[in-house]
């Protein structure tokens, strides 16, 4: 792992530990159990993400207002507004950053998505490290949690999936490179996220995806993560056989955010719009054909 690298996760981490003990003072974990056993079992993620025999990959589509290597994207995002046109658009997933190190996300954020998602599965991503941050994506309406392969122990990340497990939560479990990578398959996690940037120097190389894909055995549902931004980005991914996309930057740039999406999915246009045939069909669907 880079200097850089190192000094970026160790900050974030630090951050989000910070803050989890903030919130641990306001709201007792008892709360939060309280929390989870007046909601139901939530969407199953993993079902959505994966990859079906007909179809081609998935999209999840995420809500970030800005980011370590682009800086500032859209500080004044509403997070409802966002879910609803990922939804209608014919999104698989969403993915919601709670950090607000470097992301200007905040666990409410979260909160929010589900309150409009109308049923669709929520993916926390942020610096997860504690017990209690799982609780809080539970609790606050998560179907996954993104764990970062490079930032903890072996232990410590087969504990986290084991305990996400029991709460109903899927976990995506994230690599970088090729020791990330291996723990992330021993992790317990069937959802393994490949990263096309770059720690250390915060390049993104899509072709990251197609260079770690050989090393992971049948059986895993595999996301590729960062630096897509075109519809030809997404049609290379697909080629690959990979189940699921995340796409965030590019979508929280639009303009029209669910237009967007439709355009990186494929969805023909007539016009200047989309026809409600062909968006209806997406919904359906929810895959790049």
Known sequence: MGRATAMFLDDAIAEARRETRERMRKT??????????EAGRPPDFSAAVTRGDAGG????????RSSPSAGPINQTAGVGEY????????????????????????PADLQEAARVGDGLPLLRKDFIMEPYQLLEARALGASAVLLISAAMSPKRLRELVGLAAALEMCSLVEAHGADDLFKALESGSELIGINNRDLATLEVNIETTERMLPFIPDGF???????IKTREDVEYIDTLGIDSVLIGEALMRAEDP?????ELMGVPRVGNMTSSKEVDESCGSRSVE
Do not use: C, Q, W
């Open 83 to 106: 879910v609803r046109a990922y939804r209608e658009a014919g999104a698989s997933a969403v993915s919601v950053l709670t950090s607000s190190y470097k992301f200007g996300g905040d």
């Open 221 to 227: 549902v595999v996301v590729s993560e960062s630096g």
């Open 258 to 262: 669910a237009a967007k999406l439709r």
């Open 28 to 37: 007792h974990p008892a709360a939060l159990d309280r929390m989870i056993s």
């Open 57 to 64: 990959v998935k999209v999840i589509a995420e809500v970030k």
